[in-house]
C-alpha cells in the first residue's frame, strides 16, 4: 500500500468509502477489504453505519493500530459541546479509543468556523483524533481553516474525477502542505462509459474504473472507492502495479467540463472556485 504523507499524517492512498451503504453490507465488506488489504476505512457520523464499520474492523482480525480510520463530524454538531459530544458517539460506535482522521463535513456558517476549528483541535489534543481536517472546503476557506489551526490541517476530502476540474483546491492544499481525497472517483458511475477512457482501460488491459483510480493517486492523491462487491474491491485495489503515461494523465485531464461538479447540496455547498 502506498502511503500519502501531509503535515504530520501518512495516509493509505487507497481507502475503503463507506457512503450509501447498509449496516450488513458495511459490516461484511468492511471485513472483507481489511483482510484483503484495504488499511483505510472511511465513514462518517451522517452516514449513520459507523458502528457497523467498528463490528466490521473488530471481525476482520486486523490490528486497530494498522487501520486508518476517518470519520466526519455533521453540521448540526458544530457547536462546541454538541461537537465534543458527537465525537464521544462516534468513537462509541467505532468501538475505539480514537480516529485516525477527524473531518468537518461541510462548511457551515451556523457557528464560526473559529469554533469549528477549536473544536477540532481539543479532540486531537485529548488524543481521540490523530490528525484533523476538512471537507468539501473551498480555497478561501482552506486558507482560513489553517490560519486558524494550531495543528497542521492534513486533509480536505472533495469530490474529484476526470470530469471536475480542481486545479485551485490542489494548488491551495499544495501551499499549504495539505492532502486531498478525492471522493466521486467514478463520478458516481458516469465515467465507465466514457470512450476515452475506455481506450485508455484496454490498451492497459485495466478496467475503467481501474484507470480513474489510478488517474487520481499518480498525482499524489488519496482515493476513495466503495462497492458492495468483493469482486470490484479487488479490482479497485489492483492499481499499485502499473502506470499511466503522462499522455494518458493529459487525455484524462482533458475530460473535464465546466458542469462536471455532481455533489453541490443546497444550504451546504459553499461558492466553489472555478478553475481558469
Ligand atoms: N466528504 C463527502 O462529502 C463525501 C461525499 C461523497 C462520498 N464520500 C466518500 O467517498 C466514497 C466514495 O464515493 P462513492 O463510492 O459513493 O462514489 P464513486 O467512487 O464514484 O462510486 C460510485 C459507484 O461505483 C460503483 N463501483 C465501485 N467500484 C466499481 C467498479 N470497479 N466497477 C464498476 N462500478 C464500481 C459502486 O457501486 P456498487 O457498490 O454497486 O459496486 C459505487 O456505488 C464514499 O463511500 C464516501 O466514503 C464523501
Redesign the pocket.
Known sequence: MNFINANGASIPALGF????MEGADTERMVSHVLQHGYRHI?TAQIYGNEAAVGQGIRASGVARADVFLTT?VWVANYSRDAFLASVDESLAKLKTDYVDLLLL??PNIAVSLEEQIASLNAVAKSGKARHIGV??FNTALMQEAARLSQQPLANN?VEYHPYLDQRPVIATAKELGMSLTA???????KV?ADPVLQEIASAHRR?V?QIVLRWIIQQGFVT??????EA?AA??AAIFDFDLSNEDMAMIQKLAQPDGRI?SPDGLAPEWDTAA
Open positions: 468509502g463507506t457512503f450509501r472511511d466526519k463535513h461541510w471537507s468539501n476530502q471522493y466521486y472517483g467514478m463520478a458516481d458511475g465507465l478496467s474504473a476513495l472507492s466503495k462497492t458492495v462487491s470490484r479490482e479497485n455533489v
